[in-house]
């Protein structure tokens, strides 16, 4: 924790506790930028310990590996098996996945470019680590520069090919199974949250109290915003959670989730330990009690309840479910990148889905061109 405001900090320690300075320096320097959030800080620091770690066990020099020992670590991250955690002897052994594994090899290759700034590792390995690319196909939007200097990226040598995963997303109809699954006024609450809003998981775990406007009139409390409407900022939490953006923002509510939110609040005051807290979401129904959710919580939750609907349920597509709702009923794009909280207009697409039906409707059309020609 830090001592100057409390907020945790990540370093890197060998098995005889002493610090590893190169590590906890690179991880130092994620703090200095605008996009980089503990959270991301956190990941690092596991995934450059485990490299570290693997070069240790194996004899080779962290600073100075060769193109064939960082492929053998690659094949390594996928090939081991991951530690147990609680299961049974003859259940079957978990694998990381070929995307994890590209993911932390991006991790190690930032941390060598970082130490050969320092000066602690050689430029010409650094060079290796990526190769030029002329981008064959742009994405919509893309600037390449007065003279094409931005069409031309550096991706990594070494790598898994992996195919793209698709985004999924709850329909109406699937969100409302999900809250016939639910037996508690929290839970519900949660899912209506993030589906009306579109905001992220750590945004909704991070929820204070006083963030909560739902009256028709907020001006009793200091707030100018028309209009029941919920707060989102960037603070440290007790229990991890955190806004991805660093600019605070607001988004509008309607009468449905200020209804959730009452028959939540009536749920919570009969847990006497959840009184003293101001986090929104708190521990209703195991300990300890009264004590702010935390991410592996609501994991769990969803795990339960898409077991119980039958189809996969995760926070985050509850998030692609409100753009796409805000997208085919027509709202500016510049309205929806604020009420997500993007930065780009870029990190739009991912969230632009297509139903089967508009799909189906797109081939008829065509059908019925190609019939008027004949």
């Keep these: 924790m830090s ?43 596991g995934r450059v310990a485990l490299y570290l770690s693997y070069c240790e066990e194996h004899g080779i020099a962290w600073g100075a590996p060769t193109m064939r ?4 670590f690659l094949n390594w991250l996928a ?12 259940a079957e052994p978990r694998h990381r996945s070929k995307s994890t594994a590209n993911a932390i090899l991006t991790t190690v290759c930032q941390f060598l470019r970082f130490c050969s700034l320092m000066g602690r590792v050689s430029p010409d390995l650094v060079a290796l680590l990526s190769q030029p690319k002329q ?20 991706v990594k040598t070494i790598r898994f090919k992996v195919s793209v995963p698709g985004f999924e997303y709850l329909t109406d109809g699937e969100i409302s199974r999900l809250l016939d699954c639910t037996t508690r006024a929290r839970d519900r609450f949660l899912i ?22 739902l009256l028709a009139n907020s001006m009793s409390l200091g707030c100018r915003v028309a209009g029941p ?51 929104v979401f708190v521990n209703l129904f195991k300990q300890p009690l009264g004590d702010p959710m935390k991410y592996p919580s609501t994991y769990e939750l969803f795990t339960r309840l898409a077991k119980k609907a039958g189809f996969p349920a995760r926070p985050h597509m509850l998030r692609h479910s409100a753009a796409t709702r805000w997208v085919r009923e027509g709202r500016p794009r510049h309205v929806i990148q604020d009420l997500m909280g993007h930065v780009s207009p870029q990190s739009m697409e991912p969230y632009l889905h297509a139903s089967d039906q508009e799909k189906r409707e797109a081939v008829r059309l065509v059908s019925k061109i190609r019939e008027r020609r004949r």
Aim: net charge negative; hydrophobic share 40%; aromatic share 8%.
């Design 3 to 45: 001592p100057a405001d409390g907020s945790p900090v990540w370093v890197v320690v060998d098995r005889q506790y002493l610090l590893h300075e190169d590590a906890s320096d690179f991880l130092a320097s994620l703090r200095g930028q605008e996009d980089a959030s503990v959270n991301t800080e956190r990941t690092y620091a």
């Design 69 to 72: 020992q960082l492929g053998a």
């Design 79 to 90: 090939a081991e098996p991951l530690p147990g955690k609680g299961r049974r002897p003859s």
């Design 135 to 154: 981008l064959r196909f742009l994405p919509r939007g893309y600037d390449v520069g007065e003279e094409g200097q931005f069409a031309t990226l550096n």
């Design 192 to 213: 209506v949250l993030l589906a009306v809003t579109g905001i992220r998981i750590g945004e909704a775990l991070g929820l204070r109290r006083e963030d909560m406007h």
């Design 229 to 279: 409407h919920v707060h989102i900022r960037r603070r440290q939490n007790a229990n991890g959670a955190l806004a991805k953006a660093r600019q605070p923002r607001w988004v509008p509510v309607d009468e449905e989730v200020a209804r959730f939110y009452a028959d939540y609040q009536w749920e919570r005051d009969t847990v006497a330990e959840a009184a003293d807290c101001d986090m």
